[in-house]
């Protein structure tokens, strides 16, 4: 079993910064690519970030040149450093992770961490 612990959410103001975590425990082997998605009210999920395991990366063209997303192997974590946020930035976040647990390749997510951009 695998589980997938976002953190680093909160309230913060227009321009403000924020750094998100996303902790992967239990029966890892190796995680693939690691990302990050976020849902507005009224909205479908969308991926925001991605990062493999050689520290590829990819971005939604909307946060492009203000997020950051990075990863600590050793720590099965991903990071997304999220600068001059904006009010519509404000979402469930969730990290999912392309893990292979000895056994399969299989998509786990976390339970989303909120992030509120607002004066």
């Known amino acids: 079993q695998v589980q997938v612990v976002e953190s680093g959410g909160g309230l913060v103001q227009p321009g403000g910064s924020l750094r998100l975590s996303c902790v992967a425990s239990?029966?890892?082997?190796?995680?693939?690519?690691m990302e990050w998605h976020r849902q507005a009210p009224g909205k479908e999920r969308e991926l925001v970030a991605a990062i493999s395991r050689s520290d590829g990366t990819r971005y939604a063209d909307s946060v492009k040149g203000r997020f950051t997303i990075s990863r600590d192997n050793a720590k099965n974590t991903v990071y997304l450093q999220m600068n001059s946020l904006k009010p519509e930035d404000t979402a469930v976040y969730y990290c999912?992770?392309?893990?292979?647990?000895?056994?399969?390749?299989?998509?786990?997510w976390g339970q989303g961490t909120q992030v509120t951009v607002a004066s």
């Open positions: 999912h992770a392309d893990v292979y647990d000895y056994a399969l390749v299989r998509d786990y």
């Open positions: 239990g029966s890892i082997f190796t995680i693939n690519a």
